[in-house]
């Protein structure tokens, strides 16, 4: 285990950010249970929005009870202040986009009342460093365009212009 989480936050530090403001957080600093990689994204869809991404593992079980950090998660907040009035046709929309997704879900975080996008990538154990950083790279790569086009289709609906609900 203790193998494990050096890799996983050694790879977090070696990532390429896409050249924009990044910081790395160690999960003793935070609090939480993982450490993160998080960047701002100043030119962000095709309405240069500003995003926000974040990427971690997440802890799974093992069957013998043991935890490890082997899936990989890219996710993005793409479209913040919501309009209360569009969150219900706003998650019908996203649900029914879902539907139709291969990589990755929408979704909607009431806490940071925005919408994100996540796309997670499980990695198997005998995987070696050198494929854990390849992997993860075509994962950031992937989960960027997928945020990034629909950054631009939902910033309309979350503002509350009609989006042929």
Not at 53 to 70: C, I, L, P, V, W
Not at 98 to 121: F, H, K, Q, R
Request: hydrophobic share 40%; charged share 25%; net charge negative.
């Amino acid at each position: 285990m203790g193998v494990k989480a050096l890799k996983t936050s050694e790879l977090l530090q070696q990532l390429e950010l896409y050249d924009e403001e990044n910081a790395f957080v160690t999960k003793e600093e935070s609090g939480l249970d993982t450490d993160i990689r998080t960047v701002i994204l100043p030119r962000f869809g095709t309405m240069y929005n500003t995003g926000e991404a974040e990427f971690f593992f997440h802890k799974t079980d093992n069957e013998d009870g043991s935890e490890t950090n082997r899936i990989f998660v890219c996710r993005y907040l793409i479209i913040s202040g919501v309009q209360r009035t569009t969150v219900a046709l706003l998650c019908a929309a996203l649900a029914a986009e879902n539907y139709e997704m291969i990589p990755g879900t929408l979704g909607y975080d009431p806490e940071e009342n925005a919408v994100t996008y996540t796309l997670s990538t499980p990695f198997p154990d005998d995987m070696s460093d050198e494929e854990m950083k390849r992997q993860a790279e075509i994962s950031m790569r992937v989960s960027w365009a997928q945020a990034s086009q629909y950054a631009a289709v939902y910033e309309a609906a979350a503002k509350g212009a009609e989006y042929g609900f």
